[in-house]
């Protein structure tokens, strides 16, 4: 049979590459992902890799796993379980098999089965020749020595050789999904410009994967129709590149320059890396000698004038605490993105959470309250990163704004917006004549102005010790009591320069999936099918927590009952219980490093709707 | 480096508000020192910026008439870092103490150091925690007894201008609070330093630690026992001018013009620019028998953080292609859905 007749168009597929952390599978993930993007399909990705670099080869521990989700309708997440897993060694089918579908098809490197790493990645037999994957179509493939055949006669030395064994998975891939080689290619070429040789054997060794693919027709081979989606252009762009970007977006828009003063910690460190390129926008990255010095020199940049940001995650954000604190105190506009891990500590580096809200909200000394706001897909960490600049450029205040490994790492087709669609950013510089009182504040915002250092007759003097309207060092018990109700009262008015919050799904359903922040593509994937099912489920996902919309207790209002799900054991329904104690909340906490599933979400909302 | 001159006299840097330190404290005469230093350097009054952490050194920003941050402890070298780069042409400095730089700020201190960043820094040394009501410090000498020392302590002492030179400073002067001329003088010369100047001022705090450094300000003996260094003259000391310095095996050596057939010339010319920082080092961190040297001990050109930042971003800016966010957001791997 001719092979290309034997296509079976499907709407969507999941499909996991997993080897161990030196095997590239990050890399073949992202190719696949950016081939099937180019073919016209909407994605969501999602990278899933141990804190180590190089765990110890052939464990479990070291595996290293990134799945997509590509679809011919809109893809909300990266999909609970995959369709196809790639395997290279034993570890990584052991500590992935519990993510396929029963009846999906798992793709094994044949050669890395030998003995010792069989025994390496904990299996007691040969997990094959057990038997125990009889729910699976099993590809037993020799990845490593057809690699190694195919490049018998080529100048690279036999560790080289084998590493393109990668090549060779996604070229099997290429093939099951109907996709062309010309992005994995094309990528080639650019990234080995000056090693040809090497260029050669990974084409040579992905043509030979897909040829073997071809010639086995061990599976049917499916294709995903592209997606319909809005005209316009479009790129591939994950959660810290559109944070990155949004930053110098909003620096643009207010026409100041951008400062970043930033300590690496994963998973935030691609935000400084970002920007650091970014000196053609003449953005000025300070890579600092600590968390605390990076918080610090941006609050100097803030008082010098600057658009200033800070990026970190939740260990990063206990450091910077103190000089939030100067910042909330000084009434200067500063941003700080946490990327939120598992915690606490050191916790789970590299895998996502929602458990830094609290810390975000109340870990600081003192009344000191900040806008916290979050991100809820990939893409729009862009305008969320954009947003929180503006918003602390023209009310002169923190802002937290908090994302996750998840989006951070995560990617999705993103329709590239024109900046003239974006709104002017205008911060309340003080300007020279004028008479400056430096805490004297906007009627409306109760935002003090901002005199920038180099401007003539605006002398003055900010710090941490608490002060009157005209700057000057007070012990006064009831100027104290004013200033704190005061820098209380000006986050709380940012309500009224935030959007109302929106309900999705079935907008006369009893109950309300409440969320926030990067669950939003589970969360909103799950009511959908819900709703689809007949059930009626609405759902309201919020980006704005400190303050919340204005609108929030008229929307709840409406529902019988509320459940709140996040990634965390309840930090977001404990605040609404503060803030809203007039309504009565269900909660869904889930902590494990890892997103919903859409499954387990229907799964509670099911529980909740049989028990009326 | 600042821009723009024009004359201004120390009346235009002092503040409008009481000066609140202890009556007999060192810090007023080094607030007057440090506002005649900004006149007469000449630049736009608007373009100084002070910033300090917190003790009582750090009060500091608001007694000098210049734009000011009182700050947190320990992280005005970070903050003073950002500002900088933020603006490269204000004239920051930094105004710090013995701990807020050496013990809680110890890292930034190293690290604003090492950058080179262009900003002055003040630190005034008192040997101990004042603001707090008498703790030892990380200068105090080994020995010493306070309020959390009742024993003595049981520390080594940092000296910072090893911790200066350790930290590859291109500049370090040091100054006692009670000479008003060499400080605003040394500060001067800080000020014109491009890159990080450390100036160290021994200061005399008269309610927790009075006479921390009598043995060198001490009128009957100080011109024996302080060496003011003078860039290109020889480092000779004492009332009669008669001692100096020599190098002998490899170490510095007092000796006395005129005997052993010592004469003038055989005496250490001082060389404050020179790059190799091992005789800047041993000039430091002398200690009695030796006397202290006091002026401006070490003076390197080299580059500075912002002055680099800045040349990079233009040479960047001139071969990118990226003008605008516009730019950016379709650069690279895009497609069109039609």
Known sequence: MDAKSNVDEIQDVVIRFSGDSGDGM?????????TAVFSGNDIVTFPDYPAEIRAPQGTVGGVSGFQVHIGSSQVLTSGDFADVLVAMNPAALKANTKWVKSGGTIIL????????????????????????????????????????????????????????????????????FNKDLDVAIDFLQNKFKKQPLVIEANKKVLEAGLNYAETIQAVERHRVAPAKIDKGIYRNINGNLATSWGFIAAAEKANLELFVGSYPITPAT???????QRKDLGVKTFQAEDEIAAVCSAIGASFAGDLAITSTSGPGLALKTEGVGLAIMAELPLVIVDVQRGGPSTGLPTKTEQSDLFQALYGRSGESPLVVMAASTPSNCFNYAFEASKIALEHMVPVILLTDGYLAHGSEPWKIPSMKDFPEIHPPIAKEGEEYIPYKRDEKTLARKWAIPGTKGLEHTLGGLEKDENGDISYVPENHQVMSELREEKIKRVENYIPELKIEGNKDADLLVVGWGGTYGHLATAVKELNNEGKDVALAHFNYINPLPKNTGDVFSKFKKIIVCELNLGQFVNYLRIKLPEFKYEQFNKIQGLPFTVVELKDNVYKLLEDK | MADNKTKLTFKDFKSKGDVKWCPGCGDHAILVSVQKAMADMNYKHEKFVSISGIGCSSRFPFYVNTYGFHTIHGRAGAIASGAKVANPRL????????????????????????????????????????????????????GQVSVTSPYGTVEKPFQAGALVIGARGTFFARSMDNKVNLTAEVLEEAAKHDGASVVEVLQNCVIYNNGAHAYFSDKEHKEDRQLILHDGEPMIFGKERDKGLILDDSKLKVVKIGEDGITKDDILIHNAGLEYSGIHLMLATMEPPFPIALGVIRNVDDYTYANELAQQIKD???????????????????WEVK
């Not at chain 1, 040969?126 to 038997?131: A, G, L, N, R, T």
């Not at chain 2, 966010?325 to 690279?332: H, I, K, P, Y």
């Open chain 2, 316 to 334: 960047v800016q001139a071969e990118s292609k990226i003008k605008c966010v516009d730019d950016l957001l379709l650069s690279g791997k895009t």
């Open chain 1, 26 to 34: 990050q890399l073949t993930g992202s190719l696949f992902s950016d």
């Open chain 2, 91 to 142: 004239s920051v400095w930094q105004i710090t103490g013995d701990g807020d730089s050496l013990a809680i700020g110890g890292n930034h201190f190293i690290h604003e150091i090492r950058r080179n960043m262009d900003i002055n820094i003040i630190m005034f040394n008192n040997q101990i925690y004042g603001l707090t009501k008498g703790q030892y410090s990380p200068t105090s000498p080994k």
């Open chain 1, 109 to 176: 490197d044949k050669t890395s089965f030998t003995e010792k790493n069989i025994q390496r990645a904990g299996y007691v037999k040969d997990p094959i020749k057990e038997s125990k994957l009889e729910d699976f179509n099993i590809i037993e493939a020799p990845i490593s020595e057809i690699t190694k055949n195919t490049l018998e006669n080529s100048d690279l030395d036999n560790k080289s050789i084998l590493r393109c064994k990668n090549m060779f998975a996604l070229g099997i891939v290429c093939w099951l």
């Open chain 1, 270 to 276: 691609d935000i400084l890396q970002n920007l650091s």
